[in-house]
């Protein structure tokens, strides 16, 4: 079960701002842990794109970006490209449930 | 290059038993902990297991008592033993990797699908 809510979808032309929202709690988000955000193109894996908040591996596009705030955190992608359509999942920890993953997002490019 | 490659996955009828294996590589195995996430067709994302370094595992309600992780660190493997299968346990299993006493998954494999159904 998905503790962590997102909204099912977004959509935006190419070169918009669009955003991912990511609710959860005080045994989650609220309670201080991390939130991480996972990619996962049609037919792939998943594939971490935020660790820890806001930090992006290497090799992640500069155009998308996160943050944190009280129970819930947000992804955005700045300057959409068609590439960029995708499911979008967050992840926690939950102190009762462990690892925790959001209702996930999917992104449409316009 | 880093990489984790599950296999082992297949159709079983309900009450079914399952070995999934990930073999890791281009890493120190040892060093990290290891995790199973498995994903339902149209569906989110679900943590299964975990495997610490030190051997010590975790599982949610959802599967304690029917799923065994375990890992073989000369063989840099992963494997998931998947016992009393059920239809809802339909689903692709991913390995996946974490720094040891982190909560993020930096790496994952290519997924293995199982299929519960009579």
């Known amino acids: 079960q998905s503790v962590l809510t997102q909204p099912p979808s977004v959509s935006g032309a190419p070169g918009q701002r669009v955003t991912i929202s990511c609710t959860g709690s005080?045994?989650?988000?609220?309670?201080?842990?991390?939130v991480h955000w996972y990619q996962q193109l049609p037919g792939t894996a998943p594939r971490l794109l935020i660790y820890?908040?806001?930090n992006r591996p290497s090799g992640v596009p500069e155009r998308f970006s996160g943050s944190k705030s009280g129970t819930s955190a947000s992804l955005a992608i700045t300057g959409l490209q068609a590439e960029d359509e995708a499911d979008y999942y967050c992840?926690?920890?939950?102190?009762?449930?462990?690892?925790?993953f959001g209702t996930g997002t999917k992104v449409t490019v316009l | 290059e880093v990489q984790l490659v599950e296999s082992g996955g297949g159709l079983v009828q309900p009450g079914g038993s399952l070995r999934l294996s990930c073999a890791a590589s281009?890493?120190?195995?040892?060093?990290?902990?290891m995790h199973w996430v498995r994903q339902g067709t149209g569906k989110s994302l679900e943590w299964v297991s975990v495997?610490?370094?030190?051997?010590?595992?975790y599982y949610p309600g959802s599967v304690e008592g029917r799923f065994t992780i375990s890992r073989e660190n000369g063989k840099n493997s992963l494997y998931l033993q998947v016992n009393s299968l059920r239809a809802g346990d339909t689903a692709v299993y991913y390995c996946?990797?974490?720094?040891?006493?982190?909560?993020?998954?930096?790496?994952w494999g290519q997924g293995t699908t199982v299929t519960v159904s009579s």
């Open positions: 996946a990797r974490s720094p040891s006493g982190s909560y993020v998954f930096d790496i």
């Open positions: 281009g890493f120190t195995f040892s060093s990290y902990d």
């Open positions: 495997i610490g370094i030190a051997g010590d595992t």
């Open positions: 005080s045994s989650n988000i609220g309670a201080g842990y991390d």
């Open positions: 820890d908040n806001r």
């Open positions: 992840q926690s920890y939950d102190s009762n449930l462990s690892r925790v």
